[in-house]
């Protein structure tokens, strides 16, 4: 009489030791099935924070209205009637350019 062989999902097959297996089977696989769940959560990137300040030693308080663009590394805001200090925050950059036009305040950074 001939018994197959089980197939094994990951080709490991071995003879069966004496009193393990069933009679009649001559090999066996080992198979473990587990899976491992992690938690994966987004690498969170630095928030970048326009603050503004009408004193060059503040207290600033964040820029509201300000649109950031991360692509572009700009800052878009309206103007304000008043001299403005501005500060960034949340990350390691420097503001590079501030150019005023229109009643728009557009800063650029690196």
Request: positive net charge; contains cysteine; hydrophobic residues 35%.
């Given at each position: 009489?001939?018994?197959?062989?089980?197939?094994?999902?990951?080709?490991?097959?071995?003879?069966?030791?004496?009193?393990?297996?069933?009679?009649?089977?001559?090999?066996?696989?080992?198979?473990?099935?587990?899976?491992?769940?992690?938690?994966?959560?987004?690498?969170?990137?630095?928030?970048?924070?326009?603050?503004?300040?009408?004193?060059?030693?503040?207290?600033?308080?964040?820029?509201?209205?300000?649109?950031?663009?991360?692509?572009?590394?700009?800052?878009?805001?309206?103007?304000?009637?008043?001299?403005?200090?501005?500060?960034?925050?949340?990350?390691?950059?420097?503001?590079?350019?501030?150019?005023?036009?229109?009643g728009q305040v557009t800063l650029k950074y690196e």
């Open positions: 009489m001939h018994i197959p062989t089980p197939e094994c999902s990951l080709g490991f097959r071995r003879k069966a030791p004496f009193g393990f297996a069933p009679q009649g089977v001559r090999f066996f696989c080992p198979i473990q099935n587990y899976l491992v769940f992690v938690k994966y959560e987004e690498p969170k990137k630095p928030t970048l924070t326009l603050q503004i300040s009408s004193d060059v030693n503040g207290p600033y308080k964040k820029g509201g209205g300000a649109s950031i663009d991360e692509a572009s590394r700009t800052i878009t805001l309206g103007q304000a009637g008043t001299t403005q200090f501005y500060r960034l925050s949340g990350s390691a950059v420097k503001i590079r350019s501030i150019q005023v036009a229109n």
